[in-house]
């Protein structure tokens, strides 16, 4: 079972569509868990982080289930600006250490005009 | 603060040739990660080093592959005797601590291999 899993996608969606995103992690264990927005050919960046009570930024919800070891991203009213890959991301704490990240492989998300 | 930054962008090496890539860290960051992502894949670890330490290199190929971050200067990662299988893209990612939940991304290298 991989680490970290994620909807293969990809997701074509219209304007001001609703889309979720699914995430499912091995490791009971992990500590702490985000999700990265990547645009074609560039560096992965922070979108949010994913906390046990749920937390929403704008458009963006971002939920965790650490029972059933699963993560989630709601986003609403997409705007084409919204047009990246989202990745899932844990951070595990190994060793006293918490510096690794593990990275899903990731979710096209394309919004149409 | 100029952010992390890379070079070069790209690169292309014939078969078995070295490839350096290089990464300064953003102002007052200390620890230095380095990532791979294969074409069609998520990124994965390969090292993470402290000034003049490497802490963890467990998602480094024991082969071919070497990371340095020396006092002074650029952390480095050398690939020798390339083949097609280490063409990918090169991100390095750094913090002020060890938290790797506090890094920041480069824009990366894209290492093509010919």
């Known amino acids: 079972r991989k680490e970290v899993e994620q909807d293969p996608g990809p997701f074509n969606v219209p304007e001001g569509a609703t889309v979720a995103f699914n995430c499912t992690y091995s490791n009971s264990a992990s500590q702490s868990f985000f999700w990265y927005r990547q645009d074609c050919r560039k560096e992965p960046k922070l979108l949010m982080s994913?906390?046990?009570s749920g937390n929403e930024d704008g458009r963006f919800t971002a939920q965790l289930n650490r029972a059933s070891q699963y993560i989630s991203l709601l986003i609403r009213d997409s705007k084409l600006s919204d047009s990246a890959t989202y990745l899932c991301?844990?951070?595990?704490?190994?060793?006293?250490?918490?510096?690794?990240?593990?990275f899903g492989k990731g979710t096209l998300l394309t919004v149409n005009p | 603060n100029a952010g992390v930054m890379q070079n070069p962008r790209h690169l292309v090496r014939r078969r078995g040739q070295e490839a350096r890539l290089r990464c300064s860290p953003m102002k007052g960051h200390s620890h230095v990660y380095w990532y791979r992502q294969l074409p069609e894949e998520g990124l994965k670890f390969m090292v993470y080093?402290?000034?003049?330490?490497?802490?963890?290199e467990s998602g480094m190929p024991k082969e071919r592959f070497s990371a340095e971050f020396p006092k002074e200067g650029p952390s480095i990662l050398r690939i020798q005797q390339v083949v097609r299988g280490d063409s990918a893209a090169y991100f390095c990612?750094?913090?002020?601590?060890?938290?790797?939940?506090?890094?920041?991304f480069g824009q990366g290298t894209r290492l093509t291999v010919v």
């Open positions: 994913v906390y046990s």
């Open positions: 991301v844990v951070n595990d704490r190994s060793g006293g250490s918490n510096y690794k990240l593990t």
């Open positions: 080093l402290q000034k003049e330490n490497i802490i963890d």
């Open positions: 990612a750094s913090s002020p601590s060890g938290a790797g939940t506090e890094a920041f």
